[in-house]
């Protein structure tokens, strides 16, 4: 990928919300768009990925949503819970290299 | 268990003093690379590897150097370092670009 801007830099909720972040990409050729959870003191955690063929993939809790048209990928998590609480990460794969977003820090208020 | 290794997990030196960080992975991955995250800044990537003998730089190679002579270790080297490189620091690898990124627990360093 060439830039991917995230938003927003910081979000909170309450428990049981859901918490949406977005993701803008600018490199057509990209075709490849994970997301990373990291917790404190540890580092990035792959949560759930999307390929460019794909419109939207769920797993549990978790969805990620892709507008190739638009350039624009979205995490959506549902019933959050404390132990989401984390710095997320959103990036994109062209052909030759990985570029992060800036974060988004989402704190789940019980 | 796959894992990233990286050592060591805290630095701290000074200025000018040559230094490495280990990187080792046990999953056979061909791809690998060494992020720096700065506050406000997220990952940046510093050189990544394709597979041995192959690397190439990231956005912010200034001041490093890497080398790839086996498929399991990737160092970080900054021959002179300087304050500006007090950052944490992340090494990942994967099968491939474009399949999942495994990272490594970081290593804080501090430059005086």
């Known amino acids: 990928g060439e830039n991917v801007e995230q938003h927003p830099s910081t979000l909170s909720v309450q428990e049981g919300d859901s918490a949406v972040i977005k993701c803008t990409y600018s490199?057509?050729?990209?075709?490849?768009f994970p997301w990373y959870k990291q917790e404190l003191g540890k580092g990035p955690q792959l949560i759930i990925d999307?390929?460019?063929?794909?419109g939207e993939k769920k797993d549990q809790r978790i969805a990620v949503t892709l507008n190739k048209t638009a350039k624009h990928f979205s995490l959506h998590i549902t019933e959050t819970q404390p132990e989401d609480s984390a710095v997320y990460f959103c990036?994109?794969?062209?052909?030759?290299?990985?570029?992060f977003g800036k974060g988004t820090m989402l704190l789940v208020s019980p | 268990e796959a894992q990233v290794t990286q050592n060591p997990r805290y630095l701290i030196t000074v200025t000018g003093k040559k230094l490495t960080v280990t990187c080792s992975q046990n999953?056979?991955?061909?791809?690998m690379s060494w992020y720096r995250q700065d506050p406000g800044l997220g990952l940046r990537q510093i050189y990544y590897?394709?597979?041995?003998?192959?690397?190439d730089k990231g956005d912010v190679p200034e001041g490093y150097k890497v080398s790839r002579k086996e498929k399991r270790n990737f160092p970080l080297i900054l021959e002179s370092p300087s304050p500006n490189q007090t950052s944490l620091y992340f090494c990942?690898?994967?099968?491939?670009?474009?399949?999942?990124?495994?990272f490594g627990n970081g290593t804080r360093l501090t430059v005086t």
């Open positions: 990036a994109d794969s062209g052909y030759s290299t990985l570029t």
């Open positions: 490199d057509s050729a990209s075709n490849y």
């Open positions: 590897s394709m597979n041995v003998e192959v690397t």
């Open positions: 990942a690898s994967s099968g491939s670009l474009g399949s999942p990124l495994h």
């Open positions: 999307i390929r460019s063929n794909v």
């Open positions: 999953m056979n991955h061909e791809y």
